[in-house]
C-alpha cells in the first residue's frame, strides 16, 4: 500500500485529499467555484501539514486529467507536477468520468444494474460523456456527443442508465426513455480517486511528469494517448 496526495480541478469545485495504505487521511474542498488559483495552494498546505504530522511523505501525487476547465485542469496539474518534482515521486492520473463513476458507485447511489454515464457539460447540447457498468468497465469510450432523443439508444433499450454530472442536467429534455434517469449534485471529488489512484500504483501506471497534459475540453478527442492514464 502507499501513501499518495490527490488534486481534482477539472470542473467548478476544487478538492485535494490523501490517502494512507487505502484509507483517506485528509480532505479539503471547496464546491461554490471555480476558485481553483485561490484555493488549491492552501488546500495542498494544509494536506502537506497533516503528512508532516504524521511524519509521512506521498509515495505519489494522483491528479484528475479531464475531460474539464482548460482553466482548472492547467491549475491542478501544473500544481501536481510541482509537488512530484518536489519530492521526487510518480504521477498519476485518472480521467476525471471514470472518477465520478466511482463516485457514485462508492456512495452506492445506484443499483449494481444500472449503467453509469457521467457527463461533463461542453457548449449547446454537447457534452463529454462515457459509460461503465457497476464494476467500473468502460463499454463506452470518452467522447464528445450531441445530445438528441437518440442518444445513447442502444444502451437504453435494455438497460438502466443513469446519467448525472453538471452536464446532464440540459439532457434530461431529450433523453426520456423509460430506463433514463438522473442524479443531481454529482461531481468529481478528489476522495473518490483513491482506489482508483492506488491500483495505478500497484501496477506501477505513471505519466511522464515532464510531457504529460490533461484532456482540455476544446481539444478533447477519444484516441489513445501517448501517456498512460488510467481510465482509458
Request: charged share 25%; proline share 3%; glycine share 6%.
Amino acid at each position: 500500500m502507499s501513501c499518495i496526495l490527490y488534486i481534482e480541478t477539472a470542473t467548478s469545485v476544487c478538492s485535494v485529499a490523501v490517502s494512507k495504505d487505502g484509507e483517506v487521511i485528509f480532505q479539503k474542498e471547496e464546491t461554490t467555484g471555480p476558485s481553483h488559483a485561490q484555493v488549491l495552494g492552501s488546500f495542498v498546505k494544509e494536506a502537506v501539514d497533516e503528512l508532516q504530522k504524521k511524519n509521512l511523505k506521498p509515495d505519489a501525487v494522483a491528479v484528475s486529467c479531464g475531460p474539464g476547465s482548460y482553466t482548472g485542469l492547467r491549475i491542478g496539474v501544473s500544481e501536481a507536477k510541482g509537488l512530484c518534482y518536489g519530492w521526487n515521486i510518480p504521477l498519476i492520473a485518472i480521467e476525471t468520468l471514470t472518477i465520478m463513476a466511482a463516485g457514485v458507485v462508492r456512495r452506492r447511489l445506484v443499483g449494481d444494474d444500472v449503467l453509469l454515464c457521467p457527463m461533463i457539460d461542453a457548449r449547446r447540447m454537447e457534452v463529454y460523456d462515457a459509460i461503465f457498468d457497476s464494476q467500473l468497465t468502460k463499454l463506452k469510450e470518452v467522447s464528445a456527443d450531441i445530445i438528441d432523443e437518440n442518444s445513447f439508444a442502444e444502451y437504453l433499450s435494455a438497460n438502466k442508465v443513469v446519467f448525472f454530472g453538471d452536464g446532464s442536467d440540459k439532457c434530461k429534455s431529450a433523453l426520456t426513455h423509460v430506463n433514463a434517469s438522473f442524479l443531481d449534485s454529482v461531481y468529481p471529488h478528489a476522495e473518490d480517486m483513491v482506489a482508483l489512484a492506488e491500483e495505478a500504483f500497484a501496477n506501477k501506471s505513471f505519466v511522464d511528469v515532464a510531457y504529460f497534459e490533461p484532456f482540455y475540453l476544446k481539444e478533447f478527442v477519444a484516441t489513445t494517448p501517448k501517456n498512460k492514464v488510467l481510465g482509458t
